[in-house]
């Protein structure tokens, strides 16, 4: 288990590790999983990473290598191991038991001043995650919000369309039954029409008729005497 925070060090979280390499935070995670898989460790709250110093200049090393990343994150595994077997010279002994090296009154400085800073780290963790919590639930809230508006208006622009198409044929509907019955008058003006121009020629007809046989009449000699008489008797 990693024991390697220094005093007053820095933690930071994913996003502001990504923001510290100059990479994505997707790009984070992804390096971070790439690091655990081959044996890196990291510091924990949970599930969440929580990044250092040295895990930094881990991510760089992965960031910035031209060889396969399993390979580089193994020798970094392999370094971050050796450097935990270490034991590091700190200045501050802490015993197995504080009957006698905690009565230093400069240790127990020295050991109350790692406890604090330890404590600092976990409070700025702690706060960060506190702010990142408040703006994941804000953007979920939006998300939300968005998505309602989204589909209230998806439903009102579905019903107006709906709506229209109903109205433009009913129109249309209304249109074709006043053009139908417009030529159906049309048609029925037009027969009554003819039938009138019909019965107007039959009379022409007939008063042309009439007139040539009086004009026939009219035109005939009258035979006289009994030349007269006897055409009149052949006619008859």
């Known amino acids: 288990m990693r024991h390697d925070i220094q005093p007053n060090e820095r933690a930071y979280t994913t996003k502001e590790a990504a923001e510290e390499v100059g990479i994505a935070t997707p790009t984070v995670r992804k390096y971070g999983q ?19 110093r ?17 390979d580089t994150a193994k020798d970094l595994a392999v370094k971050q191991k050796e450097r935990l077997e270490t034991p590091e010279d700190t200045g501050i002994a802490v015993p197995d038991t504080y009957d006698t090296s905690l009565q ?35 953007t979920v809230s939006r998300l939300q919000q968005d998505h309602h508006v989204i589909s209230s208006g998806v439903g009102n622009f579905s019903k107006k369309t709906h709506t229209r198409i109903e109205k433009l044929s009913e129109q249309q509907k209304a249109q074709y039954e006043e ?58």
């Open 104 to 138: 230093d009154p400069e240790q127990l400085r020295d050991f109350l001043q790692v406890i604090a800073s330890e404590l600092a780290a976990s409070r700025e963790m702690n706060v960060q995650l506190t702010n990142d919590m408040a703006e994941l639930r804000t």
């Open 34 to 52: 790439v690091l655990e898989r081959n044996g890196y460790e990291f510091f924990k709250d949970g599930d969440r990473r929580i990044f250092v």
């Open 179 to 236: 053009l139908l019955q417009q030529e159906k008058e049309r048609s029925e003006a037009l027969r009554e029409e003819l039938i009138t121009m019909r019965e107007e020629q039959k009379k022409e007809w007939k008063a042309q008729n009439d007139f040539n046989q009086r004009l026939e009449k009219s035109v005939q000699p009258k035979p006289q005497g009994g030349w007269g008489k006897l055409l009149a008797f052949f006619r008859g």
């Open 54 to 70: 040295s895990d930094i200049e881990s991510l760089k090393a992965i960031r910035d290598t031209e060889r396969p990343l399993d």
